[in-house]
């Protein structure tokens, strides 16, 4: 079975800090990491994923994560956080496969001016 | 390229009514999957299907049938609507050969009066 946690259902920054969105996650395979972005009454959109190779992904909209097996973690980052970064933010697990997608219960990312 | 395209958008219903929601993609597709999200839950996984007329139940899949006969199409049935199914429900596609990324369609926002 595999699961995903994300710490913090709310996280808030001002415009311009750092934005750290916590996944750790659980898999007894090799897992393909996701994030992805819902902004008010859309659907999701895929932000990066991870599935082999090299453990730091860039995605879009200046976000980035990176993959530590050791620390089962994909810990999504931004360096400087904009207004329209405001959304929220799932982070879900899969494997080679596998046939469905585990999702985290999502993060709200809000920013303050 | 309209990718995966829900209807309807918005559906109310009354206790006890039955409903289908549409979902079809043209990205051929073998994998689609039907999710219900709620407030602070995540997306929970309500059935999935691996290709034509393969299907199997997910997290929530109560209340709920699923057929697909075709790569397309694969539409959710409610057979008697409760007010603990007023949810926000997200359809996606995904090709496993293709790095795993999951296409959500917009959505479908419904209400059981």
């Known amino acids: 079975a595999q699961s995903v946690t994300q710490l913090g259902s709310h996280v808030s920054v001002s415009e311009g800090a750092l934005v750290l969105l916590r996944c750790n996650y659980s898999?007894?395979?090799?897992?393909?990491l996701f994030w992805y972005v819902q902004y008010p009454n859309q659907g999701l959109q895929l932000l990066l994923k991870?599935?082999?190779?090299?453990?730091l992904v860039k995605g879009i909209n200046g976000f980035e994560a990176e993959f530590k097996k050791s620390e089962t973690s994909f810990h999504l980052t931004k360096p400087s956080a904009h207004m329209s970064d405001a959304a929220e933010y799932f982070c879900?697990?899969?494997?080679?496969?596998?046939?469905?997608?585990?999702f985290g219960k999502g993060t709200m990312l809000l920013v303050s001016p | 390229n309209a990718g995966v395209t829900q209807t309807p958008k918005f559906q109310v219903l009354k206790t006890g009514q039955s409903m289908t929601l549409q979902c079809a993609q043209d990205?051929?597709?073998?994998?689609m999957s039907w999710y219900r999200q709620d407030p602070g839950m995540g997306l929970r996984l309500i059935h999935y299907?691996?290709?034509?007329?393969?299907?199997d139940q997910g997290e929530v899949p109560n209340g709920y049938n699923v057929s697909r006969s075709t790569t397309e199409d694969f539409p959710l049935r409610l057979l008697s609507a409760a007010p603990s199914q007023t949810s926000v429900y997200f359809c996606?596609?995904?090709?496993?050969?293709?790095?795993?990324?999951?296409?959500f369609g917009a959505g479908t926002r419904l209400s059981v009066l």
């Open positions: 991870y599935t082999t190779g090299a453990t």
């Open positions: 898999s007894s395979v090799p897992p393909y």
């Open positions: 879900a697990v899969t494997s080679s496969g596998y046939s469905t997608l585990t």
């Open positions: 996606a596609s995904r090709d496993p050969l293709a790095g795993n990324i999951q296409y």
């Open positions: 990205m051929n597709h073998e994998y």
């Open positions: 299907s691996v290709g034509a007329g393969i299907t």
